[in-house]
Every structure is written in structure tokens, then in C-alpha cells.
């Protein structure tokens, strides 16, 4: 089975921001712990014509179970609150 993943925002601060950097909440997922466990793994987000924009994780993002993941091309803000599969 695969898990999900929201897209919260893009990375970056106020000032600049990372368009190849997205924020996910895995969902299921609470901890550190858990979200260091899924680092190295692919997601998949589908455009709404059906076009498959693949990522990885990189690394964890705060104590709540966020990940940081890396996209290229990044993705178009109208990914944001929208779900990535987690393959």
C-alpha cells in the first residue's frame, strides 16, 4: 500500500523562497522517527492533465513528522495542498 503525503508549502523563508524545495506531512505520521524513516524514498504528484512529477526526500523537518522533499522540475504552486504518493 502506498502512503500519502500533503504538500504544505515550499521551502524557504520570507524573504526567498525554493520552488525545488516542497514541505510534506506524511500522513500517519507524527514523529521524527517516523519521518527519518521514510528519507531516500521517491514521491510521485500527478498534474491535473495526468503528467507524473517525480521527487525524493531529503531529510526531515522539524519534531512533528514533516519531510523536506527535493523536486526537478520543481512544482507549480498549485500542488500546494494537494497529495504526493509515497513510493
Known sequence: MRRKALILAYAGSHEHRYN???ILKPI?????AGASAL???KVMWRTPTGRK???KILRTHGNKGEVKA???PGLP???LGDYV???
Do not use: C, T, W
Open 20 to 22: 525545488h524545495h516542497m
Open 28 to 32: 500517519g505520521v507524527n514523529d521524527r
Open 39 to 41: 528519507i531516500g524514498r
Open 70 to 72: 527535493y523536486f526537478k
Open 53 to 55: 512529477m517525480f521527487g
Open 85 to 87: 504518493e509515497i513510493l
Open 77 to 79: 504552486g498549485q500542488a
